[in-house]
């Protein structure tokens, strides 16, 4: 059973950082590539991050583009987004994600980690 | 990078059929046929109900379909149950790597 635990949501400062995890589990994670997508309050899913099977490739939504880094450590079965200059409008919770074969089939979810932003 | 859009509400009574649009671009919905539909209980994780359109992964009902005309895809819900009630969002692939989520709709089953 895929098995996908986020940690690492904190409240923190705006300006700050924080750095979110991914254990990864159930599935040969180096095959697949991951994502990152988010939920503010009240508010719908946005897609945040992608990157390749072998990390070498990241992509992300205009909004966190250089203030995020998706990354993974593939021996770790583990996946991680380093945010700096983080924004009131950061705050949501955070989802990690699996990609099936196809673009946009996320296949398997994370519970989610929440950040918060805030003075 | 523009979100989908889904209208925010749809019901129907235990039994009947309701349809959810997703409406994007020539870019997005409209360039690929790579839209997917989520189901979504508030304090749970997400879960797959279509992608590629109109594919059911194992284990999801046949009362949930799929499907795509020009810029808007289409979930429909048949024999609708109370364990439907969700909210509902389309997602679809936007080019260079990139993915765009719909708006969501909540689903209520009266």
């Known amino acids: 059973e895929v098995q996908l635990v986020e940690s690492g949501g904190d409240l923190v400062q705006p300006g700050g950082s924080l750095r979110l995890s991914c254990a990864a589990s159930?599935?040969?994670?180096?095959?697949?590539?991951m994502s990152w997508a988010r939920q503010a309050p009240g508010k719908g899913l946005q897609w945040v991050a992608n990157?390749?099977?072998?990390?070498?490739?990241?992509y992300y939504v205009d909004s966190v583009e250089g203030r995020f880094t998706i990354s993974r450590d593939n021996a770790k079965n583990s996946l991680y987004l380093q945010m700096n200059s983080l924004r009131a409008e950061d705050t949501a919770v955070y989802y990690c994600?699996?990609?099936?074969?196809?673009?946009?089939?996320?296949?398997?979810w994370g519970q989610g980690t929440v950040v918060i932003v805030s003075s | 990078q523009s979100a989908l859009t889904q209208p925010p509400s749809a019901s129907g009574s235990p039994g009947q059929s309701v349809a959810i649009s997703c409406t994007g671009t020539?870019?997005?919905?409209?360039?690929?046929?790579?839209v997917s539909w989520y189901q979504h209980h508030p304090g749970k994780a997400p879960k797959l109900m279509i992608y590629?359109?109109?594919k059911r992964p194992s284990g999801v009902p046949d009362r949930f379909s799929g499907s795509k005309s020009g810029n808007t895809a289409s979930l429909t819900v048949s024999g609708l149950q109370t364990e439907d009630e969700a909210d509902y969002y389309c997602?679809?692939?936007?080019?260079?790597?990139?993915?765009?989520f719909g708006g969501g709709t909540k689903l209520t089953v009266l």
């Open positions: 020539s870019s997005d919905v409209g360039g690929y046929d790579f």
């Open positions: 994600v699996k990609y099936g074969s196809k673009w946009s089939q996320f296949d398997s």
């Open positions: 997602s679809s692939y936007a080019g260079n790597k990139r993915e765009v």
């Open positions: 990157i390749n099977k072998d990390g070498s490739e990241e």
């Open positions: 159930g599935f040969t994670y180096k095959e697949y590539w």
């Open positions: 590629e359109v109109n």
